[in-house]
C-alpha cells in the first residue's frame, strides 16, 4: 500500500552538530521524492526533490539520500542552526500521482 | 514566500456553522490542493483541483467541498462544522497536478467552538 513514515518523532541536536532525518516508504514504484520544512505556525515550505533515478542529491546545507534497495530517504543538514527547529515531512509521489506525505520529524535544536 | 495566498489567516465559528477558505495560487500553476492537518498529525490531503475539473479526493467528509474557478483560485466550504474540525487548513499549487512539487500557502487556522 501507500505509506510514508518517519523513523523518529522528534530529534534533538546540537547547533553546530549534523542532522539526518529519516524516512521509509513502502511503494517501490514511487519515482519522486520531497522534503518539506514546517516551521510553527506557517505552512510547510519546500527544502529538496530526489528523482528515483538518483542516490544522492545536494543542496545549500542539505543532502538528500534515496536508498532504493530498503526503500529509505534520508535529509542531512549540515552545521544544525536555530533556524532549522522544524517538522521535517518527507512526501513521496505515488503511482496515482499524488503526494503521499509522512508523519513528520519534529527537529530540536539546542543552543 | 511561496506565491501560494490563503485567508482568511484566523476563523473562529461555533458548531453547526459553516465558513468559506479562499486560495489563491502561485502565478501559472493550474492545480490547487487542500490540506488538513490536525494537532500533531500530519498532512492529510482532501481535495485537488486542475484548471478548474477535481482530478483527485482524498480523506475529505462529505460535509466538506471545494471548487476551482476559471481565475484559478479555489475556495474550500466546510459546513455543519464540528468540533473535530478545528484544525490547520492548508492549500498548495503545483503547475500540472501530476506529482510535482507543490508549493503551499501560510494556512488558515480553524477554532470551532
Known amino acids: 500500500g501507500e505509506s510514508v513514515g518517519l523513523h523518529l518523532p522528534t530529534l534533538s541536536v546540537q547547533e553546530g552538530d549534523n542532522s539526518i532525518i529519516n524516512c521509509a516508504y513502502s511503494?517501490?514504484?514511487?519515482?519522486?521524492f520531497i522534503w518539506y520544512k514546517q516551521e510553527s505556525g506557517k505552512g510547510p515550505q519546500f527544502i529538496i526533490d530526489?528523482?528515483?533515478?538518483?542516490d544522492k542529491r545536494q543542496g545549500q546545507r542539505v543532502t538528500v539520500l534515496l536508498n532504493k534497495t530498503v526503500k529509505h530517504l534520508s535529509l542531512q543538514i549540515a552545521a544544525t542552526q536555530p533556524g532549522d527547529s522544524a517538522v521535517y515531512f518527507c512526501?513521496?509521489?505515488?503511482?496515482?500521482?499524488?503526494?503521499?506525505f509522512g508523519q513528520g520529524t519534529t527537529l530540536q535544536v539546542k543552543p | 514566500d511561496s506565491g501560494v495566498t490563503q485567508t482568511p489567516k484566523h476563523l473562529i465559528t461555533a458548531t453547526g456553522q459553516r465558513v468559506t477558505l479562499r486560495c489563491s495560487p502561485r502565478?501559472?500553476?493550474?492545480?490547487v490542493y487542500w490540506y488538513q492537518q490536525s494537532l500533531d498529525q500530519g498532512l492529510q490531503f482532501l481535495i485537488q483541483?486542475?484548471?478548474?475539473?477535481?482530478?483527485a479526493k482524498g480523506n475529505i467528509l462529505e460535509r466538506f467541498s471545494a471548487q476551482q474557478f476559471p481565475d484559478l483560485h479555489s475556495e474550500l466550504n466546510l459546513s455543519s462544522l464540528e468540533l473535530g474540525d478545528s484544525a490547520l487548513y492548508f492549500c498548495?499549487?503545483?503547475?500540472?497536478?501530476?506529482?510535482?512539487?507543490?508549493?503551499f500557502g501560510p494556512g488558515t487556522r480553524l477554532l470551532v467552538l
Open positions: 511503494n517501490s514504484a514511487s519515482d519522486y
Open positions: 502565478s501559472g500553476d493550474l492545480s
Open positions: 530526489i528523482r528515483s533515478n538518483m
Open positions: 512526501a513521496e509521489k505515488s503511482n496515482t500521482g499524488k503526494l503521499i
Open positions: 483541483y486542475y484548471n478548474g475539473e477535481e482530478r
Open positions: 498548495a499549487s503545483s503547475v500540472e497536478g501530476q506529482g510535482e512539487t507543490q508549493y
